[in-house]
């Protein structure tokens, strides 16, 4: 991040993330239901592509940092990250998480989604629907006058509720015309820290929830973050405006 200025929207800037936010809720949408046993995590890859020409956007990931595709599409313990690849079919009972970004008119729009591909375990079933509850109970905690270890410690409670673990080495963040933005909003914490929460801030709110332990590793390829210990993970993100009658989802997906 290339200052610790956290920068309210004016109401252009939300207009435009409003529509990039919604576009990246629909390719997720359309991602998810056209994923199927036998495709190649590079085909979503490249209907990830198409979408964004039918759209009208660039995708935001492709060459940031020097990431080599448009998708981050992680299987099974992969938390984050995970290059989409010709080699990674996918097959029944795979856990898929899709984190995806495109740019709208300079503004940047961000979100991921778990979901399963056939019979899912009810493990794997488990830690998908606590991973997108603790999101919301992020999001319900993103109001005026609160402060980012608001989000934080309510992710964390109710995961840890459940039996499951909080990722430590990846965070949300402030989006806008960056990617990444200040604050770092992370998925652990206390209540009262952090900076105070105020009308136009946009975060990106993103639970990485492991079944096991939360330690992770990164693999050779310098990118795929995976469990430590081989265990499942899942990954829920939107994008959020704070304003002065709460939180405005602005990635709501279509379901």
Request: glycine share 10%.
């Amino acid at each position: 991040m290339n200052s610790q200025v956290i920068t309210l929207k004016t109401p252009d800037q939300v207009r435009r993330l409003r529509k990039a936010n919604r576009i990246v809720a629909e390719i997720l949408v359309a991602l998810r239901d056209g994923a199927a046993a036998g495709m190649s995590t590079l085909d979503l890859d490249r209907q990830s592509v198409d979408l964004c020409k039918r759209h009208q956007v660039k995708p935001a990931f492709l060459g940031l940092y020097g990431y080599p595709r448009s998708l981050c599409i992680s299987l099974n313990e992969e938390i984050v990250h995970g290059i989409p690849s010709a080699k990674r079919i996918l097959k029944e009972g795979d856990l898929v998480s899709i984190d995806y970004g495109v740019v709208f008119e300079g503004m940047y729009g961000d979100a991921a989604i778990s979901f399963g591909i056939g019979r899912m375990t009810d493990q794997a079933l488990s830690l998908m629907r606590v991973t997108e509850e603790s999101l919301y109970q992020g999001i319900a905690e993103a109001h005026v006058g609160n402060r980012v270890g608001d989000i934080s410690a309510a992710v964390q409670a109710h995961v840890e509720t459940h039996g499951f673990s909080v990722v430590r080495d990846f965070v949300g963040h402030g989006i806008g015309e960056a990617p990444h933005e200040p604050p770092q909003v992370p998925n652990y914490g206390r209540r009262g820290a952090g900076p105070r929460l105020k009308a136009g801030m946009v975060l990106a709110l993103e639970p990485m929830v492991t079944a096991g332990d939360w330690s992770v590793v990164v693999l050779d390829d310098g990118w795929t973050a995976v469990t430590e210990d081989g265990s499942l993970a899942a990954h829920f993100e939107h994008s959020v405006l704070i304003t002065e009658n709460g939180p405005e989802i602005l990635s709501q997906l279509e379901l």
